[in-house]
């Protein structure tokens, strides 16, 4: 079992930055490759970053592509995503995820471990 829990979210104004972090406990933290997801009122929850195990290799969305980087830190068994200009259509519960099966990936069905999410709201 792993347990994630995310911290960092709050209110900004557009144009501005903030850095969530994901606290991950349980077994051993640097075997699951690990990504950001995020779910708007009224929408899907959508893919935003995924990194691998090391921390060498990572994958963005579109929408978030030289705005948001992911990283982790294994010593510390957490992961972060910092996350810069920040727009109005940021705004949602952001949830991190790990995966114990696959490379990292995109796909949320392959995200076998969540946290509870944290609010990240972005004011125009």
């Known amino acids: 079992q792993v347990q994630l829990v995310e911290s960092g979210g709050g209110l900004v104004q557009a144009g501005g930055s903030l850095r969530l972090s994901c606290a991950a406990s349980?077994?051993?933290?640097?075997?699951?490759?690990m990504g950001w997801f995020r779910q708007a009122p009224g929408k899907e929850r959508e893919f935003v970053a995924a990194i691998n195990r090391s921390g060498g290799a990572a994958y963005y969305a579109d929408s978030v592509k030289g705005r948001f980087t992911i990283s982790r830190d294994n010593a510390k068994n957490t992961v972060y995503l910092q996350m810069n200009r920040l727009k109005p259509e940021d705004t949602a519960v952001y949830s991190c995820?790990?995966?114990?099966?696959?490379?990292?990936?995109?796909?949320?069905?392959?995200?076998?471990?969540w946290g509870q999410g944290t609010q990240v709201t972005v004011s125009s």
């Open positions: 349980g077994r051993t933290f640097n075997n699951y490759p």
């Open positions: 995820g790990a995966t114990v099966n696959y490379a990292y990936t995109a796909l949320e069905s392959r995200y076998e471990y």
